[in-house]
């Protein structure tokens, strides 16, 4: 099983109750991290993270520090010891 | 009865077809034309009967006239009174006050000035390149500064609250520009005007008092000293009228505190490059604006029509969830809302730029101010979409009261995790300071920071500061020296001259650690870890600035696919950075001229339905590129009125810390843009030659008057 460092801000944070937490999960995407993530902690974090298809993710999503867009997607594999973070959107300045 | 409309070209032609001359002859005719006040009382229907009487002159107008009518030119889809308004959007006057000589005078709109460079900023630009040079001292009578508000203002169409205050900056001594939002700039139009440009200085402080056409100097000296809110509502009282819109100046602008802020009666704040300042060298206080006229709009059916597709677009169902959750999280926690979402992406800048991330930055976040001290929220007038502003209210604890507008993310993290500073109440605190006294938080918060790095090194010492323990993360000696700074008391005196003097007055080792370009503090977007702030900044027309071009959107994923940009710019890649910083330069330099709110803008609203709004509104048809043509041409007026005081391409570049010092944690570690080579491609995309626009892209941009200008022999 694979340890996955998750950090959390903002709402997703608020949703799950901590900043940051660790999730084992085993032959891992990052797909596979947030479903895992969402049947644990319900609904309001399933809307939270992905968009209406069901599919596509609202948030920001880094792996080790690089932006899931920039690798695989959602089917970015996850290896232990890897850190994952959720992030709002970022808007204004 | 005939009907015009302007047709529009792609951006890659300035030039005018033969029925776009003509139709531009027939306006400016029927303007020369004695029958012009006929129309304005008589209205649309006398139109025809205006052409039938001047069919039989032998003058060009007509010529151009019969041409059309005969050819069938004309576009019976858009219909208005070119007389009335030779273009929706616009009032058409400019009101001009010499503060010195007590004289005033309404002329004309420049149709051929407001045909290129919009309005608003873009307008004024082209206005003081004239007016302004390197010798005009930013706080003497020839300076001179003007109040705009750009075509899509006072409209309805959503977003459109921007307006403007331009002239040379006392703090940097080149383009000196500011926007705020609220009502304050459709009242100044619905009052008659399109801007205000005031010279000279008065030997006794005044306001200026705008109603429906007329406008009046009256005696302030009533109101010298107070504070900017309680000066609004003191104006409204003597008016004897709540619903007057007065933007002023509080005592930091009266004591010309280089970077002082015009504030409204609404607590909205044109904050950045020392607008406070010019007006307070001027004795100039306030000025209050009441109108009763409704701003034209050329095509009133589609205008209503395209606002109501724009409401929609940006919501689900029809919002891509980059559009909705913009807007929801804007709503929701307000800008602070990214300051924890910037840090742990390793871009919180924090003790004055030594870090990039801030452990204590859930203290400072839109989403705690939420739970904490937030009271409301609220949205400008036409907004209808964003409700970004944030009321606020501290009741206990030894910073209250406070009960005003709450901060926003520059706020929060100057006067935050730049300092260090972690608690939430003082941050309120010093914000509503800055607000009353009136002090751009931005430069207020970057300059204080600066103090604290000179105080850890001995630079600056306890008796320098008057005893205050100005120490990182020293919440209490943050609010007072604030107050200090806009009281222009004890060491405010000395820091409210803005970082690059201060530095200047210390030493090298002050000057590494003093973090602006061209004199104006460098806002909160880290350019080590975003390379496109890193060009923004060098290359902004009023110095580091987060405004006037974006392109950091575009790596946070705001896409605009109408342009091109249908995915997010990847990091820390040279190649894009150059180009995508150019284009986000015009097309802000574009929509902040029309007057467009950015948060509405830029992967919100979608810009060619933008560009449907102000084809409607103004009878100018152009389109989405046509607009971003308008854009460049804007941002290269402001370049050579920068360079008309003296700018050059030395000065595009970063403060020390952010050119040479790596941070040391995050993705950005150990990384440092590579500016130069940005910059050599940026030029080249540019058509500029050492960072000066060149002759044939001045021709190019129809700007045959400033090439003549900048490249005489």
Redesign the interface.
């Known amino acids: 099983m694979a340890k996955i460092r998750v ?1 959390l ?3 997703i ?2 949703i799950v109750g901590q ?1 940051e937490l660790e999730m084992e999960i085993e032959n891992a995407t990052v797909f596979d991290l947030v479903e895992s993530m969402a049947k644990k902690y319900g609904e309001r974090f399933r809307s939270a993270v992905f ?2 298809s069901g599919k ?1 993710l ?1 948030m ?1 999503v ?1 792996k080790n ?3 899931i ?2 690798l695989q997607g959602l089917d970015t594999p996850l290896k232990d010891g890897d850190k994952v ?1 959720l ?7 | 009865m005939p009907c015009f409309g302007y047709v529009s070209r792609s951006a890659d032609h300035c030039h005018r077809t033969r029925v776009e001359e003509d139709i531009y002859l027939v306006n400016v005719g029927l303007q020369a034309s004695s029958q012009r006040i006929a129309l304005v009382k008589d209205g649309l229907s006398f139109s025809k009967r205006l052409l039938d009487e001047l069919s039989s002159s032998r003058d060009a107008t007509v010529q151009a006239c019969a041409r059309l009518i005969g050819s069938g030119q004309s576009e019976p889809s858009v219909e208005y009174d070119p007389m009335r308004n030779p273009r929706g959007g616009y009032v058409g006057k400019i009101l001009l006050i010499d503060l010195g000589a007590e004289k005033m005078s309404a002329e004309d709109l420049d149709l051929e000035v407001a045909r290129k460079y919009i309005g608003g900023a873009g307008y004024a630009a082209r206005v003081l390149y004239d007016s302004i040079d390197a010798s005009t001292d930013p706080l003497g009578p020839e300076n001179v500064i003007i109040f705009m508000a750009g075509p899509m203002v006072g409209t309805g169409f959503p977003g459109t609250t921007k307006w403007t205050i331009c002239a040379k900056s006392p703090l940097t001594h080149i383009w000196g520009e500011s926007s705020a939002s609220g009502s304050f700039g459709a009242e100044l139009k619905r009052a008659g005007f399109d801007g205000i440009a005031v010279s000279g200085s008065s030997p006794s402080p005044v306001m200026i008092r705008v109603s429906d056409g007329d406008a009046e100097l009256r005696d302030a000296t009533g109101f010298w000293g107070m504070e900017t809110l309680a000066t609004a509502k003191a104006i409204q009282k003597e008016l004897d009228d709540p619903n007057t819109r007065v933007a002023c100046i509080g005592p930091a602008g009266e004591r010309l505190v280089r970077y002082a802020s015009v504030v409204t009666d609404e607590e909205r704040v044109c904050g950045r490059t020392g607008m406070g300042t010019v007006m307070g060298s001027k004795n100039l206080k306030a000025i209050a604006v009441r109108g009763t006229e409704g701003v034209p709009i050329a095509d009133e059916r589609t205008f209503a029509s395209i606002c109501d597709k724009a409401r929609r677009a940006v919501k689900p169902p029809n919002a891509p969830s980059y559009t909705s959750d913009r807007v929801s999280g804007l709503t929701a926690h307000g800008t602070a809302r990214s300051v924890e979402s910037l840090e742990m992406m390793g871009g919180l800048p924090t003790r004055n730029w030594r870090q990039g991330r801030f452990p204590e930055a859930t203290k400072i976040t839109g989403s705690t101010m939420s739970k904490t001290i937030l009271k409301g929220r609220g949205m400008c007038p036409h907004c209808g979409i964003i409700a970004c502003w944030r009321k606020v209210k501290v009741e206990g604890g030894k910073y209250a009261p406070v009960e005003g507008h709450g901060p926003e993310y520059e706020t929060c993290a100057s006067l935050g995790s730049l300092c260090l500073n972690s608690s939430l109440e003082s941050i309120a605190k010093a914000n509503d300071i800055c607000n009353r006294l009136g002090i751009d938080t931005i430069s207020t918060g970057a300059t204080i920071a600066f103090a604290m790095e000179c105080y850890e090194k001995g630079i600056l010492t306890s008796a320098d500061l008057g005893g205050i323990p100005l120490s990182w993360g020293n919440d209490e000696a943050i609010v007072k020296v604030v107050e200090l700074i806009g009281r222009r008391e004890g060491v405010g005196r000395l820091l409210g001259e803005g970082v690059r003097f201060v530095a200047s007055t210390m030493g090298e080792e002050a000057e590494r650690l003093a973090a602006h370009v061209k004199g104006l503090e460098v806002p909160m977007h880290e350019p080590r870890r975003w390379w496109t702030m890193s060009l923004a900044y060098a290359t902004s027309n009023r110095g580091a600035c987060h405004l006037q071009g974006t392109p950091v959107y575009l790596e946070w994923g705001l896409i605009q696919p109408e342009f091109g940009y249908a995915t997010k710019l990847p990091p820390f890649k040279q190649e894009q950075t150059a180009q995508a910083t150019r284009f986000h330069q015009d097309f802000s330099a574009a929509f902040t001229s029309m007057g467009h709110c950015q948060f509405t803008i830029g992967g919100v609203i979608p810009f060619n339905m933008v560009a449907e709004g102000y084809s409607s509104a103004t009878g100018e048809k152009v389109d989405h590129w046509g607009l971003l043509r308008k854009g460049e041409r804007i941002w290269n007026m402001k370049r050579a009125f920068n360079i008309k005081m003296g700018t050059t391409a030395r000065e595009d570049t970063l403060p020390p810390r952010l050119l040479e010092e790596p941070l040391r944690e995050g993705p950005a570690a150990d990384r440092l843009s590579p500016l130069n080579s940005l910059l050599q491609e940026y030029y080249a995309i540019r058509g500029w030659r050492d960072g000066k626009p060149s002759r044939e892209k001045l021709l190019e941009l129809d700007m045959e008057d400033i090439a003549f200008s900048l490249w005489a022999e």
């Open positions: 950090a801000a903002e709402e944070r608020e900043k968009d209406e596509r609202r920001i880094t520090n690089q932006e867009e920039f973070m992030l709002p959107p970022i808007a204004g300045g």
